[in-house]
């Protein structure tokens, strides 16, 4: 059979999977948990363009005549061959990219923003803002090699990320609880029971699951 050059593919993660995948460029893609790639069977035309939702890593294949250009939210990734980090889940706030090695170029809402290697841009969705700031790489991009590493982080944004990786509700009992940080590395293939363990054991909280919901108090 004969493909049409412009067929889109999509691949879907569900909770608790990644996948990774090349594209036909050579193009390496990791896909985080409930996350999803659009994708041309085959890039043809004058640029190389796939469409994210949740967050994904690309390793690009370097085509200094076709730019890759990554669509996230309201935000464009423009890169020419490099490593980069985008996160832009519905229930977060902002859209971030993270660029490991090489140049990007973000551009939303008229502005363009070239960013270098360990720097980070954040696209605050509300207020269209962008905000650019150095980060530790090894803590955003550990998921694509099976490990949460958490580096001084809120308990409120370490738990966006068990709830997509383990399919769970959370529920605060005290809301200064999110604001608890911590630090350490876990491996994604740990059991639920022994994650929330090394919370409780760290911080003096007790967590228990009710149905497929985690409820958060104080000992």
């Not at 085959?42 to 669509?71: H, L």
């Not at 980090?85 to 090489?102: F, I, M, P, Q, W």
């Not at 590493?149 to 409120?156: I, M, Q």
Request: aromatic share 10%; hydrophobic share 40%; glycine share 6%.
């Amino acid at each position: 059979a004969i493909l049409s050059a412009n067929v889109m593919n999509t691949l879907y993660t569900p909770a608790g999977q990644r996948a990774q995948l090349i594209l036909q460029d050579g193009t390496e893609v990791w896909l985080n948990a409930k996350s999803k790639l659009v994708y041309p069977a085959q890039f043809t035309g004058e640029e190389r363009r796939v469409i994210v939702e949740g967050e994904a890593f690309f390793d690009v294949a370097k085509d200094p005549s076709k730019p890759f250009i990554v669509s996230a939210q309201d935000i464009d990734m423009k890169v020419l061959g490099t490593q980069f980090n985008v996160e832009a889940y519905d229930d977060r706030e902002s859209v971030k990219t993270t660029l490991v090695e090489g140049s990007v170029d973000v551009q939303a809402g008229g502005e363009k923003v070239r960013l270098i290697p360990h720097e980070q841009l954040q696209y605050h969705k509300n207020t269209a803002e962008m905000e650019v700031r150095e980060v530790n790489v090894r803590e955003i991009i550990a998921w694509k090699n099976g490990w949460f590493v958490f580096d001084n982080t809120t308990l409120g944004e370490i738990v966006k990320t068990l709830q997509r990786w383990y399919n769970i509700e959370v529920e605060f009992i005290r809301p200064e609880l999110e604001h608890l940080r911590f630090t350490g590395d876990l491996s994604r293939y740990d059991s639920f029971d022994a994650v929330i363990r090394m919370f409780e054991d760290t911080k003096k909280l007790k967590m228990s699951v009710i149905s497929n919901r985690l409820i958060v108090d104080r000992k």
